[in-house]
């Protein structure tokens, strides 16, 4: 079956950071877009990184120089590092990828990331 | 970062209704666009790849249609189960920017 399961979220104090992990089944993470798409409280989503076929990344320029995708293809897994964490980044935090389509066919359960004092 | 901008940004509308939600982009795009659906406290789910094709285990009363700037979801007849928000996706440049969504209400 193919899956993706979220992990690593909580709440976090303004300027900490946090990762979030992602563990694949069913598929090769290394062979296809990965990326991770958050929402906040009653917002829309935001696609804010994305790691290619071939390992290069790109990130949104809200999260730019703070947040880092990666993936260990020995474990299948995607990550999100997170650092310099803000009360804007507050929101749940889904990984998505392209399985059998251009698009993001199987998504994650989403993880809530809460930045507060 | 190309925008996308969806309309109406909500609606009411009964079952059995023929519903039509457009995407437009602030550049063209040719056809790397896709819809989803989400419902409340779920992830999205893919409805609509390359503008036009079905996704996976889809209904067939979902439809999408449009390339370069201007994007149409169509769900032929309405049921109980589509009431959600809809999202459209640009797969053109990244970012890969989302529409503001359009919630379906009854």
């Not at chain 1, 897994?77 to 804007?88: F, G, I, V």
């Not at chain 1, 993001?104 to 989403?110: L, P, S």
């Not at chain 2, 390339?67 to 009431?83: A, Y």
Request: with cysteine; net charge neutral.
């Amino acid at each position: 079956e193919v899956q993706l399961v979220e992990s690593g979220g909580g709440l976090v104090q303004p300027g900490g950071s946090l990762r979030l992990s992602c563990a694949a089944s069913g598929f090769t993470v290394s062979t296809t877009y990965m990326s991770w798409v958050r929402q906040a409280p009653g917002k829309g989503l935001e696609c804010v990184s994305v790691i290619y076929r071939g390992g290069s990344t790109s990130h949104a320029d809200s999260v730019e120089g703070r947040f880092t995708i990666s993936r260990d293809d020995s474990s299948n897994t995607l990550y999100l590092h997170m650092n310099s964490l803000r009360a804007e980044d507050t929101a749940v935090y889904y990984c998505a990828a392209f399985t059998m389509t251009d698009a993001f066919d199987i998504w994650g359960q989403g993880t809530m990331v809460t930045v507060s004092s | 970062a190309i925008q996308l901008t969806q309309s109406p940004s909500s609606l009411s509308a009964s079952v059995g209704d023929r519903v039509t939600i457009t995407c437009r982009t602030s550049q063209g795009i040719n056809t790397v666009l896709a819809w989803y659906q989400q419902k409340p406290g779920k992830a999205p789910k893919l409805l609509i790849y390359h503008a036009s094709s079905l996704g996976g285990g889809v209904p067939s009363r979902f439809s999408g249609s449009g390339s370069g700037t201007d994007f149409t979801l169509t769900i032929s007849s309405l049921q109980p189960e589509d009431f959600a928000t809809y999202y459209c996706q640009q797969f053109n440049n990244f970012p890969f920017t989302f529409g503001g969504g359009t919630k379906v209400e009854i």
